[in-house]
């Protein structure tokens, strides 16, 4: 596609329940980033893939929180058993590659509220 | 462990100068990106800086110093839809060397909130 495209573009859930995300990135890029943004604050790493493989998941905050990336496209960030910490805009983003001078493209988010 | 810092806010007026420091200390450097976020939108590349020095681009310029850990950006000639987030991000990995656990891994600093006021 043009762009990286997530969706949903809102999600509103309530506690305890398990939510999806999705991302799909520009055609051809091979990296794939997870980020999460609370209100007013940076981005937090949460996972990266290079194609299908996640040589780094530090970043997820606890083991409810898993991602996959499937055909080295599409990928989903699954949340288990919501919390109201949860909540937060989680960004994606792909580059061509992740070696040098590779810029990310994010798409525009999926804003996530858990009531 | 990786340290990004920058400063929380600036403020400056229209077509003023503005230069937003940012210190990194990391286990690996492969480059050091700035972007621009906009309130409620997604960040936009601005910048990369992998060599020592000054690179210029219209009103934005980037600078690194690698033996510092040190970057700004520098933005001239400042216009009201530059009021924005600005955030530092570093590419880290060893030069030359493909660690399974941190090449390409892409972190932020929290932001630089620019104001500008008319």
């Known amino acids: 596609g043009a762009g990286v495209s997530q969706s949903p573009s809102n999600k509103v859930t309530e506690k305890g329940k398990d939510v999806e995300l999705r991302c799909d990135p520009i055609s051809g890029h091979t990296a794939l980033y997870w980020y999460r943004q609370s209100l007013g604050q940076g981005l937090e790493f949460l996972i990266y893939f290079q194609g299908n493989s996640a040589p780094d998941k530090s970043g997820l905050p606890s083991d409810r929180f898993s991602a996959e990336r499937t055909g080295g496209s599409v990928s989903t960030l699954t949340i288990q058993r919501t919390q109201q910490e949860d909540s937060a805009v989680y960004l994606c983003?792909?580059?061509?590659?992740?070696?040098?001078?590779?810029?990310?493209?994010f798409g525009q988010g999926t804003r996530l509220t858990v009531v | 462990g990786q340290n990004i810092d920058q400063p929380t806010e600036m403020t400056a007026t229209e077509g003023a100068i503005v230069q937003i420091n940012c210190t990194y200390q990391?286990?690996?450097?492969?480059?050091l990106f700035w972007y621009q976020q906009h309130a409620g939108e997604a960040p936009t590349f601005l910048s990369y800086?992998?060599?020592?020095g000054l690179e210029e681009k219209g009103r934005f310029s980037s600078f690194l110093s690698r033996s510092k850990g040190y970057s700004y950006l520098l933005l001239k000639e400042l216009q009201m839809k530059d009021s924005a987030s600005y955030l530092c991000a570093v590419n880290k990995g060893g030069a030359g060397e493909r660690t399974t656990d941190s090449w390409g891994k892409l972190q932020f600093g929290a932001g630089t909130q620019v104001v500008v006021t008319p």
């Open positions: 983003a792909s580059s061509l590659d992740t070696g040098m001078n590779t810029e990310a493209f």
């Open positions: 990391t286990s690996g450097f492969n480059g």
């Open positions: 800086n992998v060599l020592d």
